[in-house]
């Protein structure tokens, strides 16, 4: 059967096994899948379609190219790899922070900015997991009343720190001594009013990726971003609350119905939590309100799974969209095909 070889870079991770799961009910051909994870775990096996897939160094994909790479090995990985197999006209979407910022590549959420890719974007940047729940959302709200301002606290899931913080979490949880450690305090009972390293400025890195890559994403250079991000422990699902300042008066009726047609949006009756929205591809949208002081802006809550939307689901959803441009090497098959399935 012809198809894709895909090749998965830290398939043994939190967002790697993501992938694999994805993938299996993605709309991409894969014919072959090559895996990759750091030479700790050469010779392991991940599972995919109910079969074994050795893990292989990265060199063992150089030398035997997929057509398209999906990356999710941390930014020194992305920043050795990437590039070299972008020169060879392998497709790579990487989920590091590595590469985002880097003009020239597009930082993309489909639903949002798909609109970006070109053919010969070889190297492509997945955005960070609270970001892309961010822009789905405020994507309508922008395209409605045009964004002015955002301030968003996030609240977020210990996954979103790969396989040390869920250990260290259950650990936490049992009552044993946490074999690794993610965070240098306690997360189970806690929660922590930082995510990432502490800049001079007194942000921490992850608030800043939530202020430039929204800006990158909505072309917004001059967006105010107000973030403050905060773990949580929670396994899997980031929440934000997020009070948004618009150009002009928004009436909530029409962006309520705006949203409930927008692809990528659940618009949730009850507040959406974590555990509603785990396993599942959405962004969830609840608590819309008015803003108390301004007609020119409204709050609510948003929630996504960060191991899927936020990571593994809106790389294969960049797939798919490089997939149905026909920029990769299997052309997707005819509207004539489709009456024989
Ligand atoms: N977790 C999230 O919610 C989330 C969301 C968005 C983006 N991301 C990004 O996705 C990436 C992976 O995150 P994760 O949560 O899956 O982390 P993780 O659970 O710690 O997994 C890390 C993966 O990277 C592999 N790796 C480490 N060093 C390597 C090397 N030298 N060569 C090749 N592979 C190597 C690991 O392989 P071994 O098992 O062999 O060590 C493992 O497969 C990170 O860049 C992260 O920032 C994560």
Redesign the pocket.
Known sequence: MSGLHVGL????????RTMLAVLEHSSLPVARLSA??????EGTAVTFRGRPVTVQR?EALMEDLPDLILM???????GRWAPEFARKKVYVID???RWRMTEGVPLVVPEVNASVLKAEHYLIA?P??STIQLMVPLAVIHRLYGIRRVYVSTYQAV??????GLAQLSDELAGRPPRVRAYDRPIAGNCLPYCGEEADDGFTTEEWKLIRESRKILGLPELEVMPHAVRVPVEVGHSEAVTVETHRPVDLGRLRAALQESPGIVLAEQAPTPKDAAGRDAVFVGRIRRHPFTECGLMCWIVAD??RK??AANAVQIAEYLYRRQWLPIPPPSESDHGNQ
């Open positions: 870079i830290g398939a043994t991770g939190l967002v790697g990759a994870a750091s030479p700790r775990s990265v999710s090995a941390g930014g020194d990985v992305s989920n590091s922070s997945n960070n997991c996954s979103g720190s790969g396989w040390k960060n191991l936020g990571a």
